[in-house]
């Protein structure tokens, strides 16, 4: 296991993956009663963006950086973006320094009444989501492959929520078969969960029969975002990135239309860009 994801936090994937993941918070929040937020690969919680690692690639420079400095976004950006303004507040540079990784963006969308398990695998990632979260009783940190909890914790008590599985694709193949391996087993456990899923564009061919897989197992109600910065023709760069959403809230497919023109504008690497936004199965 050699990913870390502080050399890419705040990048293109990053916008793309954490304004999708707070419009899908926000709506489980239109119900009073509690929901539990799993986050299966859950990484180190919060990145330092002037750290080594993120200076290195300076990959948010083409990602949350440019949308901070737009103006005229759609709705559906606000609430992330003025949540990773709250965090830069204290700093007088024009530059963000504090990146939210998912579970911090999560907990700060999360009500007293909510809770969440962040599973991670790395020492290292897992004693900083300890350090960040200590204190905050809703949220428990497990250093554990996230697959193998979801078998172990699912469905949550509280019979509603969210599981956003993001992982590092360090190969590809064999996450898609991870991924669909443990989704089967989930989803027989808790079918009415909300379930997220982070995907990498390189080469077309590849996700293609991971998003068959969910008409083949005949998951009902299935939403798929995707943003493409470069033509899907080359496996030495990420082109682009989706996410598929199982149970997505209603009318999550208008939040989609409305924020995938935003990102694809704002933050095109040249003249090239798509978006789509496609039911998979379901309406
Ligand atoms: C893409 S990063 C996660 C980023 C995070 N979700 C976010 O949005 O801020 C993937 C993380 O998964 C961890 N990881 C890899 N395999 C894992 C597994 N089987 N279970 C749990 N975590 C894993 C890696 O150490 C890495 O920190």
Redesign the pocket.
Known sequence: ?N?R?AFHAGNFA?VF??AILAGLIESLKSKQTPFRYF??????GRYDLRGDEARKTREHEAGVQRLLDAARLPAALHIYLNLVRALNSGSNAHDVAIYP???LLASLLMRDVDSATL????AE?TAALKKLFAGDARIGVHQR???AALDAMLPPPERRGLV?I???FEAQEAEFDAIEAALARALARWPTGMYAIWYPIKLRQQRASFLRWFARHKVPKVLCAELLLHPDNSALRLNGCGMVIVNPPWKFDRQLAELLPALREHLAQGRFGQQRVEWLSGE
């Not at 599973?119 to 790395?122: D, I």
């Open positions: 296991m990913y994801h990053d993956k954490h986050d299966t690969h859950a990484g180190a990784g998912s579970p599973c991670e695998v790395q990632e492959d996230g697959y956003l993001d992982p590092p």
